[in-house]
Nanobody
Framework: QVQLVESGGGLVQPGGSLRLSCAAS????????MGWYRQAPGKQRESVAV???????NYADSVKGRFTISRDNAKNTMYLQMNSLKPEDTGVYYC?????????????WGQGTQVTVSS
């Protein structure tokens, strides 16, 4: 059974920083694309940043220059360093992975971690 578990969310003041982590566990053969998505209250889930297994990255325009996505393939872990946070960054952040387990290839999601940016 494959699981993605996020951590690192919380309450932070505008201008502050947070670092999110996403750890994939289970009988994983290979992880291809990983990404962070977020959903604000009353809004659809949106892509924040994605990273391929060879390190290519893509960011939403709203977070470029403030957020940095990275991954440690040896640990099956992905990170999101969030700096200069704004109130509009508030939402539930979800980890996603396109991966192959020993049984199949598919899309997996974490349970989400809340990020609140407020003074």
């Amino acid at each position: 059974q494959v699981q993605l578990v996020e951590s690192g969310g919380g309450l932070v003041q505008p201008g502050g920083s947070l670092r999110l982590s996403c750890a994939a566990s289970g009988r994983i053969f290979s992880i291809y694309v990983m990404g962070w998505y977020r959903q604000a209250p009353g809004k659809q889930r949106e892509s924040v940043a994605v990273i391929t297994n060879d390190g290519n990255t893509n960011y939403a325009d709203s977070v470029k220059g403030r957020f940095t996505i990275s991954r440690d393939n040896a640990k099956n872990t992905m990170y999101l360093q969030m700096n200069s946070l704004k109130p509009e960054d508030t939402g539930v952040y979800y980890c996603h992975a396109d991966l192959r387990s020993i049984l199949t290839r598919g899309d997996y999601w974490g349970q989400g971690t809340q990020v609140t940016v407020s003074s």
